[in-house]
């Protein structure tokens, strides 16, 4: 077993089926060395994890679960995407974390640590740590309150 899949059964980490994309885009791209996640929704088990707007219907805490679902997603597809060998992610590069919220919500960041504390715990700080940007948003599709993509380098 190797170090990252330790990391996941360790943790009782579940990584979701992939689901196919809800419209025209690829569910990750590859050029070089770079693999790049399309936006990922908080869906487990068919079903999404989390619908409203931080600020409103979600709290704080919530949102962070839902972005970690989101992150779940991305690291399902790099999965894929690296033919079921995680081992060959030598970086998580960025994440871009998108929180449905009130125009009052003033902590889209905070939200955004759910995702980034998934990554950083499945990878490890060495490879784990990225840059990141978490923006708030009036809408999100299908009602959901996170939306998460990300860059890795291989």
């Known amino acids: 077993m190797s170090e990252i899949e330790k990391r996941i059964s360790d943790a009782n980490i579940n990584l979701p089926v992939v689901s196919a994309p809800a419209a025209a885009y690829l569910p990750y791209t590859i050029s070089g060395n770079t693999v790049y996640i399309s936006g990922q929704l908080p869906m487990i088990d068919g079903e999404f994890t989390g619908k409203g707007h931080l600020g ?7 949102g962070q679960k839902v972005a970690r679902d989101c992150a779940l997603n991305v690291v399902a597809h790099l999965k894929n995407a690296v033919g079921g060998d995680l081992e060959k992610v030598k970086n998580a590069l ?3 974390i998108l929180v449905a919220a ?8 905070v939200v955004a640590n759910g995702a980034s504390n998934l990554v950083l715990e499945i990878f490890g700080k060495e490879v784990g740590s990225h840059a990141r940007v978490a923006y708030g948003v009036a809408t999100l599709p299908f009602g959901v309150a996170v939306e998460v993509a990300a860059t890795f380098e291989i």
């Open 56 to 62: 409103n219907n979600v709290t704080v805490e919530e």
């Open 94 to 96: 960025k994440l871009e």
């Open 102 to 109: 009130t125009p009052e919500f003033t902590e889209p960041h």
